[in-house]
């Protein structure tokens, strides 16, 4: 199957390619910790952020690729429950390796910053799909 041309469909499942739901997740990081940075008075510069955000990154990366691995749709809320999960739980392991430490306030944070916008935008995806489908009579 031809994944290039015009008229051909995309990986993602349910019209969005793999690569956007990977970009919307790694944004939804940076957007969590540069919203971090600046509630807590740190310097908001790139390798700041680049730091911070490091190993949140790495963890919605495995969960990406943890969510491949089950077969499940990028854009379903089964891939992000896989996502959330990864991104935080990774990324506060590694914090801790890193000796960037991590409280249970913190945990509590971005799990719920996380959830909220990874499976945000993938309800809202489902739920715009879902009535184009209806508006077209499918």
Known sequence: MNHSGAGSRP?????????WTVLADLAAVLV?????????????????????SAPFLVGALVGHALARLRGVTPTSAASGVV????????????????????????IAVSLAFNAFVMMGWRLAWTALR???LISRGS
């Not at 996502?83 to 913190?106: K, N, P, W």
């Open 11 to 19: 990986r993602g499942g349910m019209g969005w390619p793999q690569q």
């Open 32 to 52: 969590f910790v540069a919203i971090g940075l600046s509630a807590h008075g740190h310097k908001e510069s790139a390798a700041n952020l680049a730091q911070v």
């Open 83 to 106: 996502v959330v999960a990864a991104t935080v739980a990774f990324g506060q392991v590694l914090r801790v390796i890193f000796g960037q430490g991590t409280a249970i306030s913190f």
């Open 130 to 132: 879902r009535g184009a």
